[in-house]
Nanobody, 116 residues
Framework: QVRLLESGGGLVPAGGSLRLSCAAS????????MGWFRQAPGKEREFVAH????????YYADSVKGRFTISRDNAKNTVYLQMNSLKPEDTAVYYC?????????WGQGTQVTVSS
């Protein structure tokens, strides 16, 4: 059974940094794309970034480009999201997800709150 477990959320002042982690288990992920999404209160879930597990194919949403960095540690089966220069509008529940074709697997989410 695929399991994605996020951690690293919290409360941070504007301009601060956080690193989110997503520990993946339950299968071999080398052919998967791993992604981060977020959902703010009253808004739809939106894409943040994704990375192919086996090659460095990376894509970011325009809203986070230059501030967020997605990476992976194959040995630990873990994907990270380094978030710098955080803004109050980055406040959301952040979700890790995995896909071959569709985003079929999701974590439970971790709350990130950026105070102004």
């Amino acid at each position: 059974q695929v399991r994605l477990l996020e951690s690293g959320g919290g409360l941070v002042p504007a301009g601060g940094s956080l690193r989110l982690s997503c520990a993946a288990s339950g299968r071999t992920f080398k052919d998967y794309t791993m992604g981060w999404f977020r959902q703010a209160p009253g808004k739809e879930r939106e894409f943040v970034a994704h990375i192919r597990w086996s090659v460095d194919i990376i894509y970011y949403a325009d809203s986070v480009k230059g501030r967020f960095t997605i990476s992976r540690d194959n040995a630990k089966n873990t994907v990270y999201l380094q978030m710098n220069s955080l803004k109050p509008e980055d406040t959301a529940v952040y979700y890790c997800a995995a896909k071959l074709i569709n985003w079929d697997y999701w974590g439970q989410g971790t709350q990130v709150t950026v105070s102004s």
